[in-house]
């Protein structure tokens, strides 16, 4: 049936504060996971990805962490900007294998000023 | 280096109608991906072409929906007779060979079926 009055979750922050998007993930047996970041009106574009024989990865101002044993995958933005305002999407899949890649309904990150 | 093209970049069509969409992907990819995503949902995996090949196309309708990556020229997703539920936004990627799994997204192509 239709998902009628779905909204996609919301975090707000202020500018220069830290955030933290989480993600629940479904397959165990996935073994590649991807942020997504994608602006109004532009299609996703690539932030950072971690393979499952890591359990932290650190990229320019993000940091993914990924806990394995209650499949819960987070993105922590540090000093988070005006320009980080976006819907962040998380995908799961199997490395090699992108196109299967599965994807979650995404956040809605707004940086207040 | 450009990125991977999609136009048009808003597409009307009334229902009936044939709805064309082009995809270019970066200069040098070989692999082609097409998605679909319905306002405030992610992305659904349609299909994914090599230059001349569908390699899996687990993700598309069984009817009305048809995608080509021709040797020459873009790719093209093509849905005949829309309906109103087709109305959404489709999302072009492109990557390199097998072994990197970063996709590049085009700014997509947003159909609306009157």
């Known amino acids: ?113 | 280096n450009a990125g991977v093209m999609q136009n048009p970049r808003h597409l009307v069509r009334r229902r009936g109608q044939e709805a064309r969409l082009r995809c270019s992907p970066v200069k040098g990819h070989s692999h082609v991906y097409w998605y679909r995503q319905l306002p405030e949902e992610g992305l659904k995996f349609m299909v994914y072409l090599q230059k001349e090949n569908i390699i899996d196309e687990s993700g598309m309708p069984k009817e009305r929906f048809s995608a080509e990556f021709p040797k020459e020229g873009p790719s093209i997703l093509r849905i005949q007779q829309v309906v109103r539920g087709d109305s959404a936004a489709y999302f072009c990627a492109s990557s390199p060979p097998l072994g990197h799994e970063k996709l590049f997204f085009g700014s997509g192509t947003q159909l609306s079926v009157l």
């Open chain 1, 1 to 113: 049936g239709e998902n009628v009055g779905l909204h996609l979750p919301t975090l707000s922050v202020q500018e220069g504060d830290n955030s933290i998007i989480n993600c629940a993930y479904s397959n165990s047996a996935s073994d590649y996971f991807i942020w997504y970041k994608q602006e109004s009106g532009k299609g996703p574009q690539f932030i950072i990805d971690i393979r499952s024989n890591m359990d932290k990865r650190q990229g320019q101002r993000v940091t993914v962490l990924l806990n394995k044993t209650v499949k819960h995958l987070s993105l922590q933005i540090a000093a988070t900007q005006p320009g980080d305002s976006a819907v962040y999407f998380c995908a799961e899949g199997n490395a090699g294998n992108n196109r299967k890649l599965i994807w979650g309904l995404g956040t809605s990150l707004a940086v207040n000023p």
